[in-house]
């Protein structure tokens, strides 16, 4: 089948998957504490995921990140991940991975390492048991840590994504970063952005650029500059001193959007063809419609077709541009 070209001429090859909106945590830059979640009904079926995932694959998809909300509190998510393996078999999949806030890794990490899954993405923003319970609300520290031992007993990378915030985790940087080194974990600090209405003041006062973070890092060790892209907004570092690879995602201080590879389904079978923009198309009604998967894929063509050329997010002069209604864990972050 023709691969998915978008019109800048960027090959489309990886597909993130957001398979739920809810979420045993309530992470305060992600989610307002008394969310309203989607019914159950509105909700892709795991069969309906498996047939629009399978799509993608077949048209040159390699790499599928599962995420939410918390991707492993939907129910029978492990048929879903057993059922994606047969793509690694065959090959035509390159990686199957999640991001996680690592609460169930302790029941499924396993199962994950068995369904193929070699890496996971584990969000943390701090190592402070007090501070940790503030920032998502719900969460226990000690019971995300214990998720993340599992994961790496199962043999699974573990890597570390921390939400940049000012005020709240400047102060555990070297901390975060020796731990992480201690761990063998890979690191990447991400910026807060403008994601869902939790109020303009509120996400002023939350950026902590990512420019400010890294010279902070420069000033205890040596960064390396890396080359190395995955076709998304990452840029890399490596610290002479301790080896480790440290990432950053710089969507408001820098914008990457030229060599982006990527477009996100919500769980309703939405597609966004940006992160950072409203346009999307409906996959599910195609999905619905035919049982044959033609008029899904030319659904899925004319989609990839629509790709803008990046994101508007933009926090210059103190306002708030670009900013989305949509809250990150609908997208899928
Ligand atoms: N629940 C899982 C987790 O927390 O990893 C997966 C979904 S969560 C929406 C994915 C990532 O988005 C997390 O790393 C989270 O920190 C990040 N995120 C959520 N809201 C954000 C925001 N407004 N700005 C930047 N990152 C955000
Ligand atoms: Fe849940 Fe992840 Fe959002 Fe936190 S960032 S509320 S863990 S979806």
């Known amino acids: 089948m023709t691969p998915l070209i978008d019109p800048f001429a960027r090959a489309i090859s990886?597909?993130?998957?957001?398979?739920?909106?809810?979420?045993?945590?309530?992470?305060?830059?992600?989610?307002t504490e008394h969310m309203e979640f989607l019914p159950k009904k509105e909700l892709l079926t795991l069969e309906e995921l498996d047939r629009l995932c399978s799509a993608f694959v077949r048209m040159g998809v390699e790499k599928l990140r599962i995420t939410g909300g918390e991707p492993l509190v939907r129910r029978g998510i492990m048929t879903f991940f057993q059922a994606m393996s047969r793509h690694l078999e065959t090959g035509a999949l390159k990686e199957l991975t999640l991001t996680t806030n690592g609460s169930q890794l302790?029941?499924?990490?396993?199962?994950?390492a068995a369904a193929g899954v070699r890496r996971v993405?584990?969000?943390?923003?701090?190592?402070?048991?007090?501070?940790?319970?503030?920032?998502?609300?719900?969460?226990?520290?000690?019971?995300?840590?214990?998720?993340?031992?599992?994961?790496?007993?199962?043999?699974?990378?573990?890597?570390?994504?921390?939400?940049?915030?000012?005020?709240?985790?400047?102060d555990e940087l070297f901390r975060m970063v020796e731990w992480c080194a201690a761990e063998g974990h890979d690191l990447t600090f991400?910026?807060?952005?403008?994601?869902?209405?939790?109020?303009?003041?509120?996400?002023?006062?939350?950026?902590?650029?990512?420019?400010?973070?890294?010279?902070?890092?420069?000033?205890?060790?040596?960064?390396?500059?890396?080359?190395?892209r995955t076709g998304g907004p990452a840029r890399y570092v490596q610290l002479e001193e301790t080896g480790q690879k440290i990432g950053f995602i710089t969507p408001l201080s820098h914008n990457f959007c030229e060599s982006c590879n990527r477009v996100r389904l919500t769980c309703t079978g939405e597609l966004y063809m940006c992160l950072g923009q409203?346009?999307?198309?409906?996959?599910?009604a195609p999905l619905r419609a035919s049982?044959?998967?033609?008029?899904?894929?030319?659904?899925?063509?004319?989609?990839?077709?629509?790709?803008?050329?990046?994101?508007?997010?933009?926090?210059?002069?103190?306002?708030?541009?670009?900013?989305?209604?949509?809250?990150?864990?609908?997208?899928?972050?």
């Open 14 to 31: 990886y597909l993130r998957v957001s398979v739920t909106d809810r979420c045993d945590f309530r992470c305060t830059y992600c989610m």
């Open 106 to 112: 302790g029941r499924f990490a396993k199962d994950l």
């Open 121 to 170: 993405n584990v969000s943390l923003d701090t190592l402070d048991e007090t501070k940790f319970a503030r920032v998502t609300r719900w969460g226990r520290l000690p019971q995300v840590l214990k998720g993340i031992e599992a994961a790496k007993a199962a043999g699974l990378k573990v890597k570390i994504n921390a939400v940049a915030l000012k005020g709240f985790n400047e």
């Open 190 to 228: 991400i910026e807060v952005m403008p994601m869902g209405d939790m109020g303009e003041a509120d996400r002023l006062d939350q950026y902590w650029s990512l420019e400010d973070l890294r010279s902070r890092l420069a000033e205890h060790y040596t960064l390396i500059h890396l080359a190395e």
């Open 278 to 284: 409203e346009d999307r198309a409906d996959l599910r």
């Open 291 to 333: 049982e044959d998967d033609a008029v899904l894929a030319s659904a899925i063509r004319a989609a990839i077709a629509r790709k803008p050329k990046g994101h508007d997010f933009d926090y210059s002069r103190q306002t708030i541009a670009g900013q989305t209604l949509r809250h990150m864990s609908h997208t899928g972050g």
